[in-house]
């Protein structure tokens, strides 16, 4: 299956300060999605990452505060912007659609765990 | 949109004994039901899923149930060992939701010896 990495991996930020934090596929993949994880809470989806147009975002979440990019089929960054506590978190980013994967099969990158002082 | 309710929330289970986590869905187009596997510190792992157009499917001592027409899915986890100790989480997708998944609450197991 698809290997995913993402940078950093942790990371402590002041408030008001931006963290862009990259997701790297070895493999051209579909779909690349990301997600926050707060702490001892599910997964909550932030946008669907597209390629090459801008990201669909969910409710709740807006551009300005996390805009995405992806400029290929294997690379997507979130930029979390104006940090504030409230901000401390697991951001992962998934992906789905690899050939060696089922349409369906949606498979996670290692998270990046953001505390926000 | 989407929901996904998932119960118990805690549950714990003697060695040996069998562990069932249940999960309801609201929308009648999602067609693909996931199981994910969560360590501390790790990330979620895909441990089985099924398919609208199936109602079970099983991988060694995990199965998954599916009731279409009560929007229910279920995990079962037969002779349970300490390793199975985690967060499992259901998740519900649609080819029409483009694919992104909404995630139960989680249920965090834990095995005792």
């Known amino acids: 299956s698809a290997v995913i990495s993402q940078k950093p991996s942790r990371d402590i930020c002041q408030r008001g300060t931006s963290l862009t934090i990259q997701c790297q596929v070895d493999?051209?993949?579909?779909?690349m999605f990301w997600y926050r994880q707060q702490p001892g809470q599910s997964l909550t989806l932030i946008a669907t990452a597209n390629q090459g147009s801008e990201a669909t975002y969910e409710s709740g979440f807006v551009i300005d505060k996390f805009p995405i990019s992806r400029p290929n089929l294997t690379f997507s960054t979130l930029t979390v912007s104006n940090m504030s506590p409230e901000d401390s978190s697991i951001y992962l980013c998934?992906?789905?659609?690899?050939?060696?994967?089922?349409?369906?099969?949606?498979?996670f990158g290692p998270g990046t765990r953001l505390t926000v002082t | 949109g989407e929901n996904v309710e998932q119960h118990p929330s805690t549950l714990s289970v003697q060695e040996g004994d069998s562990a069932v986590i249940k999960c309801t869905y609201s929308?009648?187009?999602?067609?693909?039901f996931p199981w994910y596997k969560q360590e501390l510190g790790k990330r979620p792992q895909l441990i089985i899923d099924?398919?609208?157009?199936?109602g079970e499917k099983k991988d060694q001592r995990i199965a998954v149930t599916l009731n279409k027409t009560a929007k229910h899915f279920s995990l079962h986890i037969t002779e349970t060992q300490p390793e199975d100790s985690a967060v499992y989480f259901c998740?519900?997708?649609?080819?029409?939701?483009?694919?992104?998944?909404?995630f139960g609450q989680g249920t965090e197991l834990s095995v005792k010896p």
């Open positions: 929308d009648s187009a999602s067609n693909y």
């Open positions: 099924i398919r609208s157009n199936v």
């Open positions: 998740a519900a997708s649609g080819y029409n939701q483009g694919g992104k998944l909404i």
């Open positions: 998934s992906v789905t659609g690899d050939r060696s994967l089922s349409s369906y099969e949606q498979y």
């Open positions: 493999s051209q993949v579909t779909m």
